[in-house]
């Protein structure tokens, strides 16, 4: 039975892009010129198309949304950053370690790496002060690799990344993936409070980029905060929820998904999270709370080369 629940779960989530026409244009903003502070997202790849209700509880099962992996880069006088790098120009040969079933569930499409998006624009992982994973899923460090030589900094409670890695719980996390570890390097967070969360760190001492510990979905995962000259303000929420869905109702992944394959290290403790966010959103409507996976909250960010001031 099992088995069959699985088959049928994977002619579900495989459904082809013909059955709907989720919106996945990559851009809808507009840009303001101004200081050398900004934020831009380089999205580089599409997930297949799912139901909503495989995403979120609650969500429609005749509604298909077609997730995307990005990378949101952030310039700073004092050193540019990737929170996430999205997939990258060596995922296929990470994502070979996967069974029949994740490849049918999880395939990605229009692979358009950071790097190669960075280069069109004359910019190189010399560009970039460091990379700040969100966690350390497969979809969030697909391009580590394109970029050896950039420190990334991860939060001081994953201990090491034999820890944070775990070899036996594919698909999240592909140990192909990593490298250049004397690049590693640890976030000491503050037990400051900051917008509800109890633990933060102000990247550059500015009030510009915040970040915090979002610890549920995985360990260590964290969220950033990005507060623009202009007064607009983002918080990047990695896969705290995958939707805006999952933030708004204050609700869960469906749990099908806790059921086939659990992607929640603590499910209880990133509910919790996700209530936290929840209040943030009710509280402060002009927060932009965006979520990794958002193909939709995406557009809320102009897409790189644009800029978001």
């Keep these: 039975m099992r088995n069959l629940a699985f088959t049928l779960l994977g002619l579900i989530m495989a459904i082809p892009t013909w059955a709907s026409n989720p919106d996945t244009s990559l851009d809808s903003t507009t840009t303001e010129e101004s200081s050398d502070f900004s934020i831009s997202i380089l999205t ?9 209700a495989m ?3 609650g969500g429609d099962f005749f509604k298909y949304r077609q997730l995307s992996h990005s990378a949101v880069l952030i310039e700073h006088p004092q050193g540019n950053l990737l929170y996430d790098t999205g997939l990258g120009r060596t995922i296929a040969e990470s994502f070979e370690q996967n069974n029949w079933f994740h490849k049918a569930t999880m395939g990605y499409t229009l692979l358009t790496p950071a790097i190669d998006q960075l280069a069109a624009e004359n910019m190189s992982e010399k560009d970039l002060l460091a990379i700040i994973p969100s966690h350390l899923h497969w979809d969030h460090i697909g391009g580590l690799p394109d970029f050896p030589n950039t420190p990334v900094w991860v939060s001081n409670k994953v201990a090491s990344l ?28 503050n037990e400051k409070e900051y917008q509800g969360f109890s633990r933060s760190k102000d990247i550059f001492n ?6 915090v510990d979002l610890e549920g979905h995985t360990p260590g995962q964290v969220g950033l905060f990005v507060n623009l000259d202009s007064g607009k303000r983002y918080f990047l929420i990695g896969d705290t929820t995958w939707v805006q869905r999952g933030y708004i109702d204050n609700t869960p992944r469906p749990k099908i998904v806790d059921w086939f394959n659990p992607v929640d290290w603590k ?6 999270v996700v209530k936290k966010v929840h209040d943030i959103y009710m509280a402060q409507p002009d927060m932009m709370i965006i979520p990794a996976h958002d193909e939709v909250a995406a557009k809320l960010i102009p897409h790189f080369p644009k800029r978001g001031y």
């Design 206 to 211: 500015d009030g510009r980029l915040i970040l």
């Design 267 to 272: 499910i209880e403790q990133n509910q919790q």
């Design 162 to 189: 034999k820890e944070a890695v775990d070899p036996d719980h594919a698909p999240a996390y592909l140990t192909g993936l990593i490298s250049g570890k004397e690049q590693w390097k640890s976030i000491e967070f």
């Design 44 to 52: 580089t790849a599409l997930a297949e198309t799912f139901p909503e």
């Design 55 to 57: 995403i979120v509880a």
